[in-house]
């Protein structure tokens, strides 16, 4: 698989030894070239060597035969102009850089050279044309680095700015696209960035770097099957391209082929590079697979590899049953003090510390560590929540629904579980999926791009959702429906239900009732202190953005109940609420209220859920593979001193529970 791979960082050392070694390096390049007659790039650095050694003319003849196989090859053809040009064949070397800025407008240096070539053949009209996207080009160029640079240092906003004036200059341009696209994503607009690129490929649908982007965007907005078929087009083009491996990986694994995800994490961590990356991608499904004992194995050999990869802190911080030695917790607190970690590597090692230092009980220092990690990632990853309730609110009602029935699929396959996140959606899938009947399958995002497709219908663009809905004919109704089922299919089991636990859905449960009139919903619920301190303490990457501050933790709970509330009152009797407490504390009674609510009989594996084999790649993966204990359920109090911008919050919609 990374044979190609291989090549191309051979290749890269030999490019590297050219100048000072070109007599050796043109011998081993020959011996790469008996094997491989056909490649480019050793084709290129054969005529480098033979120009560099004093043979022009063998490598004129090596461009020659460069061009002639690639035609789009344009780093050959302008080396190739240079030898012309110092053979007095003006005019050829004119035609191939006029070839060359043609195929590839944006290299301002390609015009420069152009420039020279056109004034010694005494073409001042031309010359002057070519100075002119000389300078334009480069200008751009510079713009262009700018809105890179911003966009790598975090400063969206800015990054956005400038690619906006830039695309004002040159519609269309692909460079700008990309960014833009990049924006996309880093902000969760997944649809856009996929579609900025769709859009991109249409024109340029060779560039495998850009076809690389297509695919890390699909995966980023969890459409794994699409950006498996993108990794076959990268490895088609351009087998060399060592990241669509790793894409490849991550699509396999959420799509639960873990074997074969493993396989492809096991080829990569032999290589120079991506050793640490690849053993912690291993150590994760190992970890959804249930092999603890083993991911930390992968995570501690990941630990020996510099730079130290602080990722693998996080991940064994992450497993419950796992404790940090003293050994362990002093090398983490000196490398969060050194001061030359990455920002992202500050910030997953000052949670693996808050962790680490909450199984020791000191619990100050432990705080202290959280809350410097959650400033730190909303500074990195800034966002701002605003609540959509009054919108939902006043377009959803219940005379909405009985208008509405009808509309929609009649599957009663679907069931939602929704919540907020670390409250027992993880658990309640468990239980749920232990019945022979129904099918766990991930926490899927498609409702959540159809809702944003609605939001972008109509004329004025984005805002539209919920109303764009009143618009849909019933067929398109029916449709989106049948998109959602379509795109669960490949990850059922033949039972007759699944399970769709994505949290956030409660925000959409007014579509989904609307696709999915005979749709289950479960409401899991725990103490807000406690599903609080849980989201908070944790580290989610880009989701739950409204997790890394206390206050904004709170309003979003506010919302959750308030959102809720309106739920239960516009669709009475049709979403059944379970408390963790309950689930803890009487499993039976509990389990028995859930499946009599979805119409599915008793089934014994539904209580005894820890002994259900299946694949977990959620935070809770561990937890729900044992017994339930209660100790957990008061862990908050540990911190209740720290806590107090979020029970103030709480405290403004209603008192919280149990305070």
């Not at 239960?568 to 039976?588: F, K, M, R």
Request: a negative charge; one cysteine or more; charged letters at 25%.
């Amino acid at each position: 698989m990374l044979e190609a791979y291989r090549t191309h960082k051979l290749l890269d050392a030999l490019e590297a030894r050219l100048d000072n070694e070109a007599a050796e390096v043109l011998a081993e390049v020959r011996d790469l070239l008996d094997d491989q007659p056909a490649n480019e790039r050793a084709l290129l650095i054969l005529a480098r060597c033979q120009a560099h050694c004093g043979d022009p003319g063998a490598a004129k003849q090596t461009y020659e035969t460069l061009v002639e196989q690639a035609p789009d090859h344009v780093d050959a053809k302008c080396e190739l102009a240079r030898l012309l040009y110092a053979e007095n064949d003006v005019s050829a070397a004119i035609s191939l850089l006029q070839e060359a800025t043609k195929q590839a407008p944006e290299l301002a240096d390609n015009w420069k050279l152009l420039a020279g070539y056109l004034h010694d053949d005494g073409q001042s009209e031309a010359e002057k044309n070519a100075l002119s996207q000389y300078e334009m080009i480069r200008s751009f160029n510079e713009g262009l680095l700018a809105a890179q640079t911003a966009f790598a240092n975090g400063e969206i906003q800015k990054a956005n700015r400038l690619c906006r004036h830039l695309l004002q200059k040159v519609p269309g341009e692909i460079r700008t696209l990309r960014v833009l696209a990049g924006i996309a994503t880093r902000l969760r607009y997944y649809e856009d960035g996929i579609s900025i690129l769709d859009r991109c490929l249409q024109s340029r649908p060779y560039d495998p770097a850009l076809r690389l982007n297509y695919a890390q965007a699909l995966l980023a907005g969890k459409k794994f099957r699409e950006a498996l078929v993108q990794c076959d087009h990268v490895t088609d083009l351009a087998p060399e391209t060592v990241d669509i491996y790793q894409v490849q990986a991550e699509a396999l694994y959420n799509l639960g082929q873990y074997e074969d995800a493993m396989a492809i994490f096991q080829e990569l961590s032999t290589l120079e590079g991506k050793r640490a990356p690849s053993l912690v991608s291993l150590g994760k499904v190992a970890t959804t697979v249930g092999e603890t004992k083993r991911a930390i194995e992968y995570f501690r050999q990941a630990l020996e590899e510099r730079p130290v990869p602080c990722q693998a802190y996080w991940e064994l911080a992450s497993l419950k049953t796992y404790r940090f030695s003293a050994t362990e917790i002093d090398r983490m607190e000196r490398l969060s003090e050194a001061g030359d970690l990455s920002e992202m590597d500050g910030i997953l090692i000052r949670y693996a510390l808050g962790r680490a230092l909450e199984d020791e009980a000191r619990y100050a220092d432990s705080f202290g560590h959280i809350e410097a990690a959650n400033t730190a990632y909303a500074r990195y990853q800034p966002s701002r929540y605003e609540s959509r309730n009054d919108a939902l609110k006043s377009f959803f009602t219940a005379d909405y629904f009985s208008a509405s029935r009808g509309r929609g699929s009649d599957s009663t396959a679907p069931v939602f579980v929704v919540g907020m996140p670390r409250s027992g959606s993880t658990l309640v899938e468990q239980i749920l999926s232990a019945h022979s009947e129904v099918d766990a399958t991930a926490e899927l995002t498609e409702i959540v791009s159809i809702a944003r497709e609605l939001d972008g219908q109509g004329r004025d663009g984005k805002g539209q959702y919920p109303e764009s809905l009143a618009r849909l004919e019933d067929r398109q109704v029916q449709d989106y429906a049948q998109r959602y089922l379509d795109f669960v299919l490949p990850l059922r089991t033949g039972g007759e239900f699944f399970i769709d636990k994505t949290p956030g859905n409660f925000h959409h449960l007014g579509l989904i009732k609307t696709m999915f009139p005979r749709a289950k919903i479960v409401d899991i619920r725990r103490h807000p202190m406690a599903s609080g301190w849980s989201l908070y303490k944790h580290f989610f990457a880009d989701s739950f953005q409204f997790s890394y501050d206390l206050e904004t933790l709170g309003r979003y709970f506010n919302d959750y109940l308030d959102l809720m509330d309106h739920w239960h009152s516009a669709l009475p009797g049709q979403i059944l609420t379970l408390h963790y407490e309950d689930l803890v504390n009487d499993l039976p009674a509990a389990v028995d209220s859930l499946l009599k609510y979805c119409s599915l009989p008793f089934e014994q594996g539904c209580v005894d859920f820890h002994q259900n084999p299946r694949a977990v790649a959620t935070p809770s993966s561990e937890q729900v593979r044992s017994p339930l204990y209660s100790s957990a359920l008061e862990h908050w109090k540990n911190y209740e001193a720290f806590l107090g911008p979020l029970r103030r919050v709480l405290d403004q919609r209603q008192p919280a529970p149990g305070g």
